[in-house]
């Protein structure tokens, strides 16, 4: 046998083999579109600086997500210390002071009538006691308007919180 003449070799034609079919113990691979079948360059090759570029893209939008979210958070937490001590200002105001200063208004009254203070004592109570109610009006105005900055960026009511309860009391 010359240089001209091959041996033949005992598999089926070319056009009888079909892709993923096994010839002998070499597997026909499939295209380079087919999931199967190796990849020989291609698009694939081409499209791997964008798919890294959107890789890279979506790790960014995650990192900048995550820090939005932690800002949201510091937030929400500066506003309830905020309200927290909102209330607690309104509470004092309302359950210590106002009483006491309500308490010396009517003694000084009293006095007053009876000609024991001036007109000056009577009507420095009287500031004194409307200064303290002016201030606790606008402490609960501050927490109210708190509550509802609260509520707004969580999307949740703060009804049954004891923040809402504590400024239905006038």
Not at 69 to 97: F, H, K, S
Not at 115 to 135: I, M, N, P, S, T
Not at 147 to 156: A, C, F, K, N
């Amino acid at each position: 046998q010359g240089a001209g003449h091959r041996r033949k070799v005992d598999t089926p034609a070319r056009d009888h083999v079909h892709p993923g079919q096994h010839v002998g113990e070499v597997r026909v691979p499939r295209g380079p579109g087919c999931r199967d079948g190796p990849r020989l360059g291609g698009p694939g090759r081409r499209a791997a600086p964008a798919i890294a570029e959107a890789d890279a893209l979506r790790e960014l939008a995650d990192v900048e997500r995550d820090a939005a979210r932690l800002e949201a958070r510091t937030r929400l937490y500066g506003l309830y210390e905020q309200l927290r001590q909102a209330i607690r200002e309104t509470d004092t105001l309302r359950g210590d002071v106002q009483p006491q200063l309500d308490e010396a208004l009517r003694a000084t009254k009293y006095a007053y009538e009876r000609g024991r203070y001036g007109y000056l004592e009577l009507v420095d109570a009287q500031g004194a006691f409307l200064e303290a109610r002016g201030a606790a009006i606008t402490s609960a105005s501050t927490a109210q308007q708190l509550v509802t900055e609260i509520e707004r960026l969580t999307g949740e009511p703060l009804a049954d919180a004891p923040a809402a309860k504590a400024l239905e009391n006038p």
